[in-house]
């Protein structure tokens, strides 16, 4: 690995640009999938509008149509009751001069209405409706097309589908969707340490709390896990495992084995059978993190320490997801005042774990928490957020803002 061919050391942003770009090469098929089944899936199309929503104009309360030009100015004025008119029910007949019809939250606006009165600004005596003065004519009518217009782009391709956008769907008379399959994803933790959680410990031995952390991230991000492999670090049993999952899934996650130790074999291995497209970027923690491919699959290969795993995993391998489904970016980063002053004393990108709180001024602090080693689930458990602090050893002022990115499952 002396004469590598590859880079060696990049940045969080270049490292980023350059996953992103290889990961989009990698395309997934189309599925067709009923609305049922499709929460949380990548939409694979644009979707326009076939028609107009609402398809007709529409009571927004409960209440009387009446003609705007019958409502009283002060007092109240008597118009005749003539019939009603219910959500999915029928007809009504036409509303004449000084004449109204009683009507339900989403039920058509009767011929010759345009306005509705609502219920509590009315009192009703036998077949007359005394209306009080204070509506103003059209209030309380939906407009056919309000919400989408036949048409209109109604979800751009890339969206991820959540209950509002399975609405849109739906409102449209659509019973699936086409969405982008899901990444088929193989993980392997990697050490001679790592023992299943619920067998007993032997000397030296650790529970491999990678294959839990790391699966449950790929499966948020909207992978499919096809399996997970506990490894030894044993070179040909490495091998054979890559060149398996290479064949069979679009993304092999690693964990472990891929710093330059005596027994992190994984550089070497990649490159022999497959591809090294970087190796190490200038985070803390994760610095060892390496892209590459074997057969047809993106690898990413992951360091061991488990709050390293997530980091990596959060920067990089989330962000290759995305561009694997097209989907518009998971992360979002945020901006927060440090609630006490860091001191930064290397030169690397560092992901410092935090808990977000917003004031009662609207303001967001990020409080650095004590639990900072690369080992420590702690410090993540405990945390809601990654405080970025950029490359430059510096200090950074109380009060000071920075970026954040929240981690899964915030502002628990």
Known sequence: MADAEFPVGLSV?????????????????????ALENAAGRILARDIVAPRDVPGFVNSAMDGFAVRGVDLPTIGEEPLRLIGEIFAGGHEAPEVVARTCVRITTGAPLPRGAD??????????????????????????????????????????????????????????GFDAAEVVGRPRAIL??????????????????????????????????????????????????????????????????SSGGVSAGE?????????????????????????????GSVGGALVCALPGNPVSGIATFLTLVGPAL????????????????LKQTVHKSHTRTEFQRARLECDEAGVLWATSLKQQGSGMLRGVAEANALIVLPEAAREYAAGEVLDVVPLPGWPD
């Open 13 to 33: 942003d270049a490292a980023r640009t350059r996953i992103v770009e290889i990961a989009a090469k990698y395309q997934l098929s189309a599925e067709r999938l």
């Open 115 to 172: 306005t509705v009165v609502m219920k509590e600004n009315t009192r009703v005596e036998g077949d007359h409706v005394f209306v009080a003065a204070g509506t103003l004519p059209g209030a309380h009518v939906r407009p056919s097309g309000e919400d989408f217009h036949a048409g209109d782009l109604a979800l751009e391709r890339g969206v991820r589908l959540m209950p509002a956008q399975l609405g849109v769907l739906a409102s449209f």
């Open 188 to 253: 392997l933790t990697t050490g001679d340490e790592l023992v299943a959680p619920g067998i007993k410990l032997g000397f030296g031995q650790i529970y491999d709390s990678n294959r839990h952390s790391l699966g449950a991230m790929l499966e948020q991000h909207g992978a499919l896990l096809v399996r997970h492999e506990r490894l030894r670090d044993d070179p040909a049993a490495l091998r054979d495992a890559l060149l398996r999952a290479g064949g069979e899934a679009d993304i092999v996650i």
């Open 263 to 291: 027994a992190d074999y994984l550089p070497r291995l990649i490159a022999e059978i497959g591809t090294v497209n970087f190796w190490k970027v200038r985070m803390r923690p994760g610095m060892p993190f390496l892209c």
């Open 322 to 337: 995305d561009a694997m489904t097209n989907a518009r970016r998971s992360s979002v980063v945020l901006h927060a005042r």
